[in-house]
């Protein structure tokens, strides 16, 4: 069963860190991207960071870049989003979703529809 399970949002304090997770399941490894999004109510969709399980290239946004990191456990088919320095402006819902075509990431990539959607995870920032 194809799908995509997310975890570890929270509430937490300006400057803090948070984990962000990224379950996978049913997905071909090489053969697909993991790439997470947020979004604020009354906001569009943004496109934060993409890790390729083709060629393990990563790419971030220059708002969080230097701040978030996207790794992966393959073992564990499980991508995570670390995220350092919060600020109330990281407050979103967070979705990771799945580009099912071999392919490296890069700043068109998360332009492209993708494949698989989770649920999502609020990470709410605030003091």
């Known amino acids: 069963q194809l799908q995509l399970v997310e975890s570890g949002g929270d509430l937490v304090q300006p400057g803090e860190s948070l984990l962000l997770s990224c379950a996978t399941s049913g997905l071909t490894l090489g053969r697909y991207s993991i790439i997470w999004f947020r979004q604020v109510p009354g906001k569009e969709r943004e496109a934060v960071s993409c890790?390729?399980?083709?060629?393990?290239?990563?790419y971030s946004v220059d708002s969080v870049k230097g701040r978030f990191n996207i790794s992966t456990d393959n073992a564990k088919k499980t991508v995570y989003l670390k995220m350092n320095s919060l600020t109330p402006e990281d407050t979103a819902v967070y979705y990771c979703a799945a580009y099912t075509v071999q392919a490296a990431c890069n700043k068109w990539l998360l332009n492209y529809r993708m494949d698989l959607w989770g649920q999502g995870t609020q990470v709410t920032v605030s003091s």
């Open positions: 890790i390729s399980t083709y060629d393990d290239s990563t």
